[in-house]
C-alpha cells in the first residue's frame, strides 16, 4: 500500500499548445510568498538546437530552486517539448535529487536530440 497522500503529489502537466507548455511544482511567485532563500534560473530556447531549427528561439525555460536545499521547488518550460521534457524534471523532484549538475546529470545519459535533453543543453 502506498504510503505517500495525494496532497504530497507534486502538480505537473503539459498543455498542448503552440508553444507547448510543462509547468510543475510551484510558481516562483508561490515561491517568493514562502519567504524561503531561492534560485531561479531562466534560460532561453535560443540554446536548443531543436527550438532554432523549428525557428522558434523565443521561448523561455524557467527552474525554481531552494537555495538552502538544491531541490527544486517549480519548473516551467514554454517551447519546443517543454510538455515532454518537463516529465524529467518531475522524476528528479519526486526523488528528491538536487540540483548540483555533477550529481545528477552524471547519473543519467540523454538519448541525441530527445526532448529531454533540453534541459541539459548548453
Known sequence: ?????????????ALFSVPPLGPVGITE???RASG???LVGR???????????????EDL???????????ILGAAILGTGGDEAIHGLLDLMSAGIPTQPSRTQSRSTRPYRSSSRLCSER
Do not use: N
Request: aromatic fraction near 2%; proline fraction near 9%; include cysteine.
Open 1 to 13: 500500500m502506498a504510503t505517500r497522500r495525494p496532497s504530497q503529489r507534486i502538480p505537473g502537466y
Open 29 to 31: 511567485t508561490e515561491a
Open 36 to 38: 524561503q532563500p531561492l
Open 43 to 57: 534560460r532561453s530556447m535560443t540554446c536548443v538546437g531543436r527550438a532554432v531549427e523549428k525557428d522558434e528561439p
Open 61 to 71: 525555460m524557467k527552474v525554481i530552486v531552494d537555495a538552502e536545499t538544491s531541490r
